[in-house]
């Protein structure tokens, strides 16, 4: 009779688990149906459909009966769908674990899972199921191994005979260890766990989270979001909480604007000081925040509060671009190419009517070393456009410190918005190495400018930074030998600091409505003829006030003494002087 119960109990329990195991099986949802989308349908199809339903059964939206439980189908389904190697194991096996059982582990004989047979090999195997049902097989597991399923047996045989058996019972030992006779299904003696262990492997939080969301905690939020230029998406959640659909529109969003826009999302369970701190700890839901910059200086945080939907979050980080370009107006008189600043400058010329998205990326990344401008021209005919030396638009052209000007690209064509950037990037980064070694040439060459006060000397290059017709008056001091140049250059860089010339030009230091040249008269002579048909050919030291919107001048040629020079200089600003219109335009040669 014991030999009878002996065999009759396992058949017993083993018929139990039969009944309950097509009852999963029976339950199991297709995820291409949920999804309503074909067996070959594509990742984008996938996400496509995924975006839709999600939309129609989120909780926030759907209130009716059952729209939470479709929701988590849905969920479960693109989980499945979207990761190439459960999709696969999905098609071939009906499950997304790996494998035809419980275990995705290795074959038997490797120190792995042993699947179960009846009467030995090809028993059991495999439990049938067409399209994509699942199909079973009993596998034995390590210790602690993972399987396929989505229960514990312990719950199995708690349901059926009551109480708690997760570990060894009245029923027999299911989580048995090494060299121990397992009075319940049994394995090989030398097996680490003759248990049945189905354990599913598929933690809270632990989904197939999309490659453009970033993984942030304190140190990367310190080391590459704050105050870095560019904006951020945030999401900040707890695996407890269902993300997914969250992150899913944050990847199509981020997706396009790669380059200009970065996206992460932070786990405030692991991380609740931080979160707290930060002020972004997550209710009920997931919360989303985008850190963009209202100035110069610093970034801040500000939640997302709109419609979830794909359109409404991008239009929204679009609208937070950094806006750290100046859009001019060429034509506009009161803008000045060679006014400068202590950083170099750059302009993009486009036919756009707005910023574009990658300039506007650009100024936040360099806010802090460059000046940035743009500009909305016709064509690459314009007058305007000519002048700076552009024959094809798009093109950037850039100011260096010394008022130099330099056509850095034209004709800028782009594959996508990262690529753009980078390649911006690299240009913006050879033109401020370039001014760098420009600024230290100048410091170490004292024959061609004043060291301590900048006092540039006249030149094609720098002529329309210093006297070109945007500018209100540049005071000239004109010399013919070594000495003269000494005497003028030193006044000159001693008023050219005070408060009488309510500076503007960063030649000088700072802000003023007056500019201060050099001009080296043995080799401009011709420049001179303009203003004089002799070209003060009997002076060896002048100055010259010149006003190169009207076209007009005056001279001081008296005797080279501070007290004089400032004299003439508050004259020429508070229009106490008479000027008369030049000959002809002034031309360096």
């Known amino acids: 009779m014991k030999k009878i119960r002996a065999v009759a109990f396992p058949m017993v329990v083993f018929g139990l688990l039969w009944l309950f195991i097509s009852s999963q099986a029976a339950k199991t949802l297709d995820p291409y149906k949920i999804l309503g989308v074909d067996q070959n349908a594509s990742q984008r199809e996938i996400q496509k459909a995924f975006h839709k339903l999600s939309l129609q059964y989120h909780p926030d939206k759907n209130k009716s009966k059952g729209a939470q439980e479709k929701f988590a189908q849905i969920n479960n389904a693109y989980e499945i769908l979207s990761d190439e190697e459960k999709r696969k194991n999905?098609?071939?096996?009906?499950?997304?674990?790996?494998?035809?059982?419980?275990?995705a582990g290795n074959p038997a004989g490797n120190g792995g899972y042993t699947h179960f047979t009846s009467g030995g090999p090809g028993g059991w195997q495999h439990m049938g199921g067409q399209g994509h049902s699942k199909s079973f097989s009993f596998s034995f597991g390590n210790s602690g191994g993972q399987g396929s399923s989505n229960f514990d047996l312990g719950d199995i045989f708690s349901k059926f005979f009551g109480?708690?058996?997760?570990?060894?019972?009245?029923?027999?030992?299911?989580?048995?260890?090494?060299?121990?006779?397992?009075?319940?299904?049994?394995?090989?003696?030398?097996?680490?766990?003759?248990?049945?262990?189905?354990?599913?492997s598929t933690q809270s939080g632990s989904s197939n989270y999309p490659k453009s969301i970033q993984d942030i905690n304190s140190q990367v939020y310190k080391k590459e979001i704050a105050d870095q230029g560019i904006i951020w998406l945030l999401l900040s959640y707890s695996p407890r909480m269902s993300s997914q659909y969250y992150e899913s529109i944050i990847e199509e969003v981020v997706t396009p604007l790669q380059g200009a826009l970065k996206a992460g999302r932070i786990n405030c369970e692991t991380e609740p000081s931080f979160c707290k701190e930060l002020g972004i700890y997550p209710r009920n839901a997931p919360r989303v925040f985008i850190y963009s910059y209202k100035s110069i200086e610093s970034g801040s945080l500000l939640e997302y509060t709109g419609d979830w939907a794909v359109k409404n979050l991008k239009t929204f980080c679009q609208e937070h671009l950094p806006r750290f370009s100046k859009r001019v107006d060429l034509d506009t008189s009161g803008f000045s190419f060679g006014t400068m600043e202590r950083l170099p400058r750059v302009m993009l010329l486009s036919t756009k009517k707005d910023t574009p998205v990658i300039w506007r990326a650009l100024s936040g990344l360099y806010r802090k070393r460059f000046i940035f401008y743009d500009a909305e021209v016709p064509d690459a005919s314009d007058k305007a456009v000519k002048k700076l030396g552009v024959d094809v638009l798009p093109a950037i052209v850039g100011w260096m410190s010394n008022g130099e000007k330099h056509v850095?690209?034209?004709?800028?064509?782009?594959?996508?918005?990262?690529?753009?950037?980078?390649?911006?990037?690299?240009?913006?980064?050879?033109?401020?190495?370039?001014?760098?070694?420009?600024?230290?040439?100048?410091?170490?060459?004292?024959?061609?400018?004043?060291?301590?006060?900048?006092?540039?000397l006249l030149t094609t290059s720098n002529f329309d930074a210093l006297c070109g017709e945007t500018i209100p008056v540049c005071l000239i001091g004109v010399f013919k030998s070594a000495k003269a140049r000494d005497k003028v250059e030193s006044i000159l860089s001693v008023v050219s600091q005070k408060s009488l010339t309510r500076r503007q030009n960063p030649y000088s230091g700072s802000k003023d409505s007056i500019t201060y040249t050099l001009l080296d008269a043995t080799k401009?002579?011709?420049?001179?003829?303009?203003?004089?048909?002799?070209?003060?050919?009997?002076?060896?030291?002048?100055?010259?006030?010149?006003?190169?919107?009207?076209?007009?001048?005056?001279?001081?040629?008296?005797?080279?003494?501070?007290?004089?020079v400032e004299r003439f200089v508050s004259s020429v600003i508070n229009g106490d002087i008479q000027f008369s219109k030049t000959k002809q335009k002034p031309i360096l040669r």
């Open 524 to 564: 401009q002579p011709a420049f001179l003829t303009a203003f004089d048909n002799s070209g003060f050919k009997s002076f060896d030291k002048i100055l010259i006030a010149y006003k190169p919107r009207k076209g007009k001048f005056t001279v001081y040629t008296g005797e080279m003494r501070m007290e004089e």
């Open 163 to 200: 109480g708690d058996m997760s570990g060894a019972s009245q029923f027999g030992s299911f989580t048995g260890s090494s060299r121990t006779q397992s009075h319940g299904f049994g394995g090989s003696s030398r097996s680490q766990s003759s248990g049945f262990r189905g354990t599913s």
């Open 90 to 103: 999905y098609d071939m096996y009906g499950n997304e674990r790996g494998g035809p059982g419980f275990d």
């Open 408 to 456: 850095l690209q034209t004709g800028i064509s782009v594959k996508d918005l990262n690529s753009a950037v980078q390649e911006l990037s690299a240009l913006l980064n050879d033109f401020e190495r370039k001014n760098k070694k420009a600024t230290s040439s100048q410091a170490k060459k004292p024959e061609t400018e004043s060291v301590d006060k900048q006092i540039h």
